[in-house]
C-alpha cells in the first residue's frame, strides 16, 4: 500500500491510494477520526486521495491519529516511520517501470517495422 505522509504541529496530510477515487473510504478515514478529542477539521479530497486532519496537539497527538487510521487499516502498519523518500521511492521505481516497458514496446516495433525476419533471427 502506497501512502505518504506529511505532519506539522496540529495538521497532518495523509495521501493514500486506498483513499484515491474512493469516497467511501475518506468517509471512514472521516468517521474514525472527526470524534477523537482535539480533531478541529477534517478535509477529504478523493480526486487526489488526500485526508488533511488539523487537530489539538495539547489535546492528541499526530500518532494517535495515525494509529487510528492503521487500526481501520487504511494506512498500512508500520506507517509511522513512512517519509516523503520512501513515497518519492515509489513514484520512481513505478515510473522506471513504465518507461522500460515504452521502451521494450517501441524497440520491438521498430525491429518488426524493419525487417520481422531480423528479430526473430536475434530471438533464436
Same mark, same amino acid.
Given at each position: 500500500? +502506497?501512502? /505518504?505522509?506529511?505532519?506539522?504541529?496540529?495538521?497532518?496530510?495523509?495521501?493514500?491510494? =486506498?483513499?484515491? /477515487?474512493?469516497?467511501?473510504?475518506?468517509? !471512514?478515514?472521516?468517521?474514525? %477520526?472527526?470524534?477523537?478529542?482535539?480533531?478541529?477539521?477534517?478535509?477529504?479530497?478523493?480526486?487526489?486521495?488526500?485526508?488533511?486532519?488539523?487537530?489539538?496537539?495539547?489535546?492528541?497527538?499526530?500518532?494517535? =491519529? %495515525? #494509529?487510528?487510521?492503521?487500526?481501520?487499516? =487504511?494506512?498500512?502498519?508500520?506507517?509511522?516511520?513512512?517519509?516523503?523518500?520512501? /513515497?518519492?521511492?515509489?513514484?520512481?521505481?513505478?515510473?522506471?517501470?513504465? !518507461? $522500460?516497458?515504452?521502451? #521494450?514496446?517501441? &524497440?520491438?516495433?521498430? &525491429? *518488426?517495422?524493419?525487417? $520481422? #525476419? +531480423?528479430? #526473430?533471427?536475434? *530471438?533464436?
Amino acid at each position: 500500500m +502506497s501512502h /505518504y505522509i506529511h505532519t506539522v504541529p496540529g495538521r497532518i496530510r495523509v495521501k493514500n491510494k =486506498l483513499f484515491k /477515487y474512493n469516497p467511501r473510504n475518506c468517509e !471512514m478515514a472521516r468517521e474514525t %477520526l472527526q470524534h477523537l478529542p482535539g480533531v478541529h477539521e477534517i478535509k477529504t479530497n478523493p480526486s487526489t486521495g488526500s485526508v488533511v486532519i488539523r487537530y489539538d496537539g495539547s489535546t492528541i497527538q499526530a500518532d494517535r =491519529l %495515525l #494509529l487510528a487510521l492503521e487500526e481501520k487499516r =487504511l494506512i498500512q502498519t508500520g506507517s509511522l516511520s513512512s517519509s516523503k523518500d520512501s /513515497y518519492v521511492e515509489n513514484i520512481v521505481a513505478d515510473t522506471g517501470a513504465k !518507461m $522500460g516497458k515504452a521502451m #521494450l514496446g517501441w &524497440a520491438v516495433g521498430k &525491429a *518488426l517495422e524493419a525487417n $520481422g #525476419l +531480423s528479430l #526473430l533471427a536475434a *530471438l533464436i
